[in-house]
């Protein structure tokens, strides 16, 4: 194996705190993914990106900005990737799934804040992400208050362009979103000194699309039952969507679905036809955060869709690729991030509709609905999804819960008596 001590000194990680997160990562995702029945051999490329987690694809990074290149980090679907791409940037997604830092991120933050915040504040303080040391740029937005605020921090330590997100999405709204991807675009050629063309801003559509399109094909074959490969296994490809290289991964994963259409003809599958399908739905599922996903499979049940960010909310729909010059190209990419539902909003009846459609399409047995503690939107807005379901008849189950494993036990005993109420 390569030696990536002296690339991450270089970057400026501390090595002593950086040596302890791996410690805690690989027996972790042995347990988690290793172990699973019947898993596609496509997986390798994806277990194979997650042992290099912090070595291939950061040497990868480091290359690009020796090039010349830059590199932009961001914490939310609503960043345009398409925009970075065109100007010669790498986008990655910075989104924290794991409790680190926590005693440096506290002297900035206060205790009872979400632990995405938490996490992505501790990850910069404690100099041990070397996704988040290669970003010459992070792009936040006006989310929520927590993340919103805690920008203004970050911005101490990283240069940080903020984007002003909608509440709502009337035509005032979409003007007020269009002319803020607009100046994302300007501040991203600012910072590369590349001119985005319309033709590198059409290529970068294209190709961010067709990553959607792989996942989006990906998602369908999960209709199936028995299902070809399990919620886990997806989860890790979505959440490896957000840094991997854009053409190798959307290529990998349409190898993959390759492989899952030939299950689907033979009706073979990870777990039995009687196993219970689930939706889950909620806050994002950052990695290597897979702690509920991981409680409902092992409890035998099965997860046929992820309405989160790090799921379908990040590749359904896709940016129309008609543009006919700039300012409409631009309009268009605006609107389908707009179109993202996400608890931000009032209201946020898109959200609603879509599970009722994903529970029906996808023949769930029942819906999880998670949210990470202290985050407001998504915890309130869990009555509203309640309300809808009920009325339909879906069964749900809300859990709230951050990223310590004190609760598992609990957790396990409360999804498995939903299992079986179902
Ligand atoms: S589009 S869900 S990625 S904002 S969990 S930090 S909301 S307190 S992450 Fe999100 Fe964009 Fe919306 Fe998606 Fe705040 Fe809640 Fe924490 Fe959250």
Known sequence: TTDYRPMWESVGLDLEAHDQLLQAL?????????????????????????????????????????????????????????????AGGI????????EIGTAQAEKVLPRNICPLIKSFMGFKLAKVCPYFESCDMVVGETTCDGKKKAFEILNDYIPVHVMETPQMKREKDKSLWHSEVQDLLNRT????????????????????????????RLSELRKNNPAPISGKDCLLIEQIAMYDDVSRFTQKVNELCDELEERVKNSQGVKETTAKRLIVTGTPMAIPNWKIPHIIEESGAVIVAEELCTGLRYFENLVAETGENMDQTVEQIAARYLNINCACFTPNEGRMEKLLQLAEEYKADGIIHCALTFCDPYAVEANRV?????????????????????????LKTRIEAFLELI
Do not use: W
């Open 26 to 86: 690989p027996p972790a995702y042995g347990e988690v993914y290793m172990n699973q029945f019947n898993r596609p051999a496509g997986m390798e490329y994806f277990d194979f990106v997650v042992s290099e987690i912090h070595g291939l694809r950061i040497h990868e990074l480091q290359q690009h900005k020796a090039a010349g290149g830059k590199v932009i980090g961001t914490f939310c679907v609503f960043v345009p990737e398409e925009i970075i791409r065109a």
């Open 91 to 98: 986008c990655i997604g910075l989104c924290s799934g794991i």
């Open 189 to 216: 050629e600012e910072l590369t000194g590349q001119k985005i063309t319309e033709e590198a801003l059409l290529q970068a559509i294209k190709d961010v699309n067709g990553k959607r399109k792989a996942l989006l």
């Open 386 to 410: 309640e309300k809808v379901l009920k009325e339909k008849g879906i069964p749900l189950l809300r859990i709230e819960t951050d990223y310590g494993q004190e609760d598992v036990g609990q």
